[in-house]
């Protein structure tokens, strides 16, 4: 409960979208990657990751679910933090927030492109969010674009890789210490 009242107070008082994030990655990948946020292309999207994250949501979280050769995916403030027991619940869960609709385009799904992770629902993304290591083009038009990667792809890369099937993470899982609101 202090958790919810401490995001509403801080969304309260956040500033307006900006142009990027600094993701600050710590575990086997160690360093930060800048992400250009598309505010003209889902500004909804993009709102509610600035949003949280100048709230602080996304710092200690892990990276839950990591495919080898397709996208590492992040952002269960819910289940997935540091000071979480049972990752069987990892990537379940989201903010206090409602969803947010689709906002999709037709930019594809290159290396570093971030898309918002969602249910069968179209318009259920909430807070998570993946970067794609490899092209993915079976995703085209189907999860909203919210950003590129503009530098720190190489700490994308050495992120730990899960299972090569559901992506889940054995033992320690690379983090998000802190993701910084950028101009």
Request: glycine letters at 12%; charged letters at 20%.
């Amino acid at each position: 409960m202090l958790r919810s009242l401490a995001l509403v107070l801080c969304l309260a008082t956040a500033p307006a979208a900006a142009a990027g994030l600094r993701i600050h990655v710590a575990g086997e990948a160690n360093g930060p990657i800048e992400i250009d946020l598309l505010e003209t292309v889902a500004p909804g999207h993009v709102t509610r990751m600035t949003d949280l994250a100048a709230a602080g949501f996304y710092d200690g979280i892990y990276f839950h679910r990591v495919i080898g050769g397709f996208m590492a995916q992040t952002g269960d403030g819910q289940f997935a933090r540091v000071d979480s027991v049972d990752p069987r619940n990892w990537g379940r869960g989201g903010s206090d927030l409602p969803d947010v609709p689709a906002e999709f385009s037709d930019i594809p799904f290159d290396r570093g492109v971030v898309g918002m992770a969602r249910s069968a629902d179209p318009d259920s993304a909430n807070s998570q969010f993946f970067i794609m290591f490899a092209p993915g083009y079976h995703l085209n038009g189907n999860y909203t674009v919210v950003g590129r990667v503009v530098s720190g792809l190489e700490i994308l890369d050495a992120i730990k890789k899960g299972h090569p099937s559901t992506g889940a993470v054995s033992g320690a899982p690379d983090r998000i210490e802190m993701v910084e609101v950028i101009d």
